[in-house]
């Protein structure tokens, strides 16, 4: 049988490439070959991680980011026979984007679109549902859901890809003929790293109160202006029970996307109690997945429209805006009384975020299922 070639590409929000890439080799081990390109990587500072190709395009003129993504497609059509592209970014340039997949067609080559967030919807559009779901009166009307450029990549994956995927279940209602694929955590790789990063002794929090993190990647998809409100009022008014941290003020470089480096999220983790993730979305992503890996207790608005992919006993706990501080509050409670099973949560992570739940999934959206 002809080895099938697998190109991962073309930028790794989620650390998902090498994931992916060890579930299947394990999986298929030589009936597949994967290779991993990005065009731009996290600084090391941030998380470390390797590629077998990389082109950061941000530090190059726009002649030179045509010429290497030229350059490296001449080559990759006739080398591979699946590319599978993450949030809506492939080999050549957005404006070169349809020419790419129709000559992907011409080869008869598999197509596979990844999105995961703000790659097919519009950032604008999130940042308005914030403003609604904390001011149910506010009378603004929507902004659309997906920006022009979006709906040309929708247009385009529609009417080009083999397959299209998404990370959380909101987008479906943007793409409804798109498949959920859920996080994939290597629960043995957290551990190790996790172990590595981390101490016992407190670099973050400065008491033995009950502590609440919240540590956004972006503070306005999140919510965060209104959570950050809403538990430092709760902190000040029960001063003696509560401690938190809100990453955005640890934020040492004002030139960082980032307000902390994967390393002290881990160490944070370890201290925190409660981890409040998002309250804007909907759905829960790799922060309250990583929390509960953690031993924390998690916090996150969950929409009730999505409620059909929660799987049975889920262990995060819901919130809303008005219900947040009245939830921590009852979650600082079952932490004083040693009645959150910690070992579940994490087994309920290790059943459903699975290479087992998961790989049926993910195996056809790569067209492996003859393999």
């Known amino acids: 049988m002809k080895q099938k070639k697998i190109l991962f590409a ?37 998380f470390k991680a390797s590629y077998d190709y990389e082109f950061n395009y941000q530090e190059l003129n726009q002649i030179l980011q045509w010429s290497k993504s030229l350059s490296f497609f001449s080559k990759a059509i006739f080398r591979y026979d699946v590319f599978h592209f993450f949030s809506g970014e492939t080999i050549l340039t957005r404006k070169l984007r349809k020419l790419e997949f129709i000559i992907y067609r011409i080869f008869n ?92 002794k407190d670099k973050f929090f400065n008491t033995q109160k009950i502590r ?3 540590a956004p990647s972006n503070t306005k998809t999140k919510g965060s202006k209104y959570i950050d409100l809403i538990v430092k009022e709760l902190v000040n008014n029960q ?19 980032y307000s902390v480096n994967r ?41 009730p429209l999505y409620s059909d992919h929660l799987k049975d006993n889920f262990p995060i706990f819901n919130a809303s805006f008005d219900k947040l501080s009245k939830r921590v509050e009852e979650v600082a ?12 949560q994490i087994e309920w992570v290790k059943e459903n975020h699975s290479e087992k739940a998961l790989y049926e999934t993910l195996e056809t959206a790569l067209n492996l299922r003859s393999s």
Request: with cysteine.
């Open 109 to 200: 080559k598999f197509v596979s679109m990844h999105f995961v967030g703000s790659d097919i919807r519009n950032p604008e559009y999130l940042y308005w549902k914030a403003e609604k779901l904390f001011h149910p009166e506010w009378d603004v009307s929507a902004p659309k859901i997906q920006q022009q450029w979006q709906l040309k990549l929708k247009e385009d994956s529609l009417r080009f890809a083999n397959k299209i995927v998404v990370s959380t279940p909101d987008l479906l209602e943007i793409i409804p003929s798109a498949k959920y694929l859920p996080i994939l955590m290597d629960h043995q790789e957290f551990e190790s790293s996790f172990s590595e990063h981390t101490s016992e």
């Open 239 to 257: 001063n003696h029970r509560f401690e938190y941290i809100y990453t955005p003020d640890l934020k040492a470089n004002s030139n960082s996307l």
């Open 333 to 344: 409670s079952l932490i004083e009384e040693k009645a959150i099973d910690f070992n579940s």
């Open 10 to 46: 073309a930028v790794d929000i989620g650390w998902r490439i090498n994931r992916y890439k060890k579930l299947l080799k394990r999986k298929h081990k030589s009936a597949i070959s994967i290779t991993s390109f990005v065009k731009y990587k996290v600084p090391a500072s941030q």
């Open 212 to 214: 609440i993190l919240h």
């Open 263 to 303: 390393y002290d999220l881990f160490q944070l983790y370890r201290e925190a109690d409660i981890v409040i993730d998002q309250m804007v979305i909907g759905w829960y992503g790799q922060q309250s997945l990583e929390a509960l890996l953690s031993k924390n207790a998690v916090v996150c608005y969950i929409d």
